[in-house]
């Protein structure tokens, strides 16, 4: 994803991210210690979140003028970033997650979660990875958009569907507009891939696997296929295709 410039800010005792001359800076303190990370080093977790940062104007930037042809405002949500387990004003982010607050409209991730998933992409893909990090914050970003136009569903596997499909209706507008580079577009299905829920395991009472399965079909992000699919619709077809007040 090509870069665009961002700015940035604190925001109601949350170090937030407003500049992309600042940086991220960290939510909060972790519940326990961090211990160091083989995997990724510190100038893997400053370039994935060099990357975000400059990826978050180009969404807030889509949504506004989307929201805009609907005669609505969208108010773009805070970003804060984390390590561990941390405890924040919108409860207890775990380590190696991503969320989206909407009591406080903030995105807060685990930096060191997004940036192994870009290093992972990268080396399986042999591409720079950028797009498997950015599409978490695309599908945070989605479920904010989501929820200020009022489309909430009381069943959670809906609403993940919706994110997953707005984070594809974002990727084809930075392929319309010319800033998804090659491979973009694998790194995103690949992030997707690795964050699926995974199948079912069923007993053999039919009574029980039954419960699994409707567990299953209203809980979670979605299996690997369904995230893909949910995905594959919003760069196919546009908001559009996520949530009906884009028709």
């Not at 500049?19 to 303190?29: I, N, Q």
């Not at 797009?131 to 489309?151: D, W």
């Not at 569903?153 to 569907?161: G, K």
């Not at 039954?210 to 079909?217: E, F, L, P």
Request: charged share 20%; net charge neutral.
């Amino acid at each position: 994803m090509r870069p665009s410039i961002v700015r940035w800010a604190r925001q109601g005792g949350l170090a937030v991210v407003l500049s992309a001359s600042v940086g991220f800076l960290a939510a909060a303190k972790p519940l326990t210690p961090v211990p160091p990370y083989a995997d990724v080093t510190a100038e893997d977790i400053a370039a994935s979140n060099k990357k975000l940062g400059d990826a978050y104007n180009a969404l807030v930037t889509m949504w506004a003028a989307d929201f805009k042809q609907l005669g609505a405002a969208f108010t773009p949500p805070a970003v804060a970033r984390y390590r561990g387990n941390v405890r924040t004003s919108c409860g207890i982010m775990s380590a190696n997650n991503a969320a989206y607050c909407p009591q406080r409209n903030t995105i807060f991730f685990d930096e060191v979660f997004v940036a192994r998933q870009a290093k992972a992409a990268a080396q399986s893909l042999g591409s720079d990875g950028d797009m498997a990090g950015i599409g978490i914050i695309a599908h945070e970003m989605g479920h904010a958009v989501a929820i200020q136009l009022g489309q909430d569903s009381q069943i959670p596997y809906q609403n993940e569907a919706a994110a997953d499909c707005l984070a594809g209706a974002f990727t084809q507008h930075a392929s319309k507009d010319g800033s998804l580079e090659k491979g973009d577009l694998e790194e995103a299905f690949f992030g997707l891939a690795a964050a699926g829920d995974p199948t079912p395991e069923y007993t053999g009472n039919r009574r029980i696997d039954r419960q699994i399965s409707m567990r299953a079909a209203v809980l979670g992000h979605g299996t690997r296929e369904q995230r893909l699919s949910n995905f594959r619709a919003g760069y196919d077809g546009g908001a559009g295709a996520c949530l009906p007040a884009f028709r």
